[in-house]
Structure formats: structure tokens, C-alpha cells
């Protein structure tokens, strides 16, 4: 039996065979992952029904099983019918886990199309897709190196 929170079957085999530097995208629920992801990037549709999961659950689980180097967001729009003024409420979710998972680690926001580009590189093994229906909030996260 696992130790970690990281349950789903399919999602542990392409992790175990991720690399440093893979990248991991969670979708939130609106983002277009059939066509915005890596050459090679495996898909896992999670979305259940609306609002579960949430991407924040899924950071969890991932969080409890492999070690994580940098983790970027989607930089929020600044005008528009999607606009925010600061930071999205789903990133201090990101910021508790974080920190409950005792890492170091601080969100690294990038522009919208610069985000779609980070995701679709060849580094890109794994979208988690969710249904989480908050603005902003994917995130992409790049596999660490094991140090113990």
C-alpha cells in the first residue's frame, strides 16, 4: 500500500517514470486541455462533477509524492470580463498547501500565453484535468530531484 496521498493508479505510473524537470499540469476545469498540453503529455480527466476535485485537492496529492522545484500559475488578466484585482483567492490555497507540505516555495506567476507555451513543451508528461471552476487556477509544476 502507498504512504502518500497520491492514490490513482495511473497518475503514480507516469509519475514514477517522470524525470527532473517533467512538468505537471493541474487544469482547472475551463482550461482547453485537449489542445493546449506537451507533445507526449499523458491526459487524466478527474473531473467528476463541477467543483470536484478542485485543483487544490489534486496539488495536494501531488505534493505528497514527488519533490517539487518551481510552481507557476496563470498570471491574472488585468482588464476584461476575466479581470481580478490581485491575486485569485484559489492562490492562498496554494500558499497553505505549500507551506503545510513544509516546502519553500513561492507561486511564480507568467502571462497567459507564455503559461499555454510553458505547458506545451516536451518536458510536459502529465495534465491532471479537474473541475475546479475558479478563475485562475491552473498550475504547472516542474518535478524536483529526490535528496534522501
Not at 505510473?13 to 486541455?33: E, T, V
Not at 500559475?73 to 479581470?83: C, I
Not at 485569485?88 to 507568467?110: G, S
Request: glycine share 6%; net charge negative.
Amino acid at each position: 500500500m502507498l504512504r502518500h496521498k497520491l492514490i490513482h493508479p495511473q497518475i503514480n505510473a507516469i509519475l514514477g517514470a517522470a524525470g527532473h524537470h517533467s512538468s505537471i499540469l493541474i487544469a482547472d476545469g475551463n482550461y482547453p486541455a485537449s489542445s493546449k498540453r506537451g507533445p507526449r503529455a499523458e491526459l487524466i480527466s478527474l473531473n467528476l462533477m463541477p467543483g470536484v476535485p478542485t485543483c487544490d485537492q489534486v496539488l495536494q496529492a501531488i505534493l505528497s509524492a514527488v519533490p517539487i522545484e518551481t510552481i507557476q500559475t496563470m498570471q491574472t488578466e488585468k482588464s476584461g470580463p476575466y479581470a481580478l484585482d490581485g491575486d485569485p483567492p484559489v492562490w492562498d490555497d496554494y500558499r497553505k498547501t505549500i507551506k503545510a507540505a513544509e516546502l519553500d516555495l513561492a507561486l511564480q506567476p507568467i502571462d497567459k500565453w507564455a503559461f499555454y507555451d510553458a505547458v506545451a513543451t516536451d518536458d510536459h508528461v502529465l495534465t491532471i484535468q479537474t473541475a475546479d471552476q475558479q478563475r485562475y487556477a491552473n498550475i504547472l509544476l516542474s518535478i524536483g530531484v529526490r535528496m534522501d
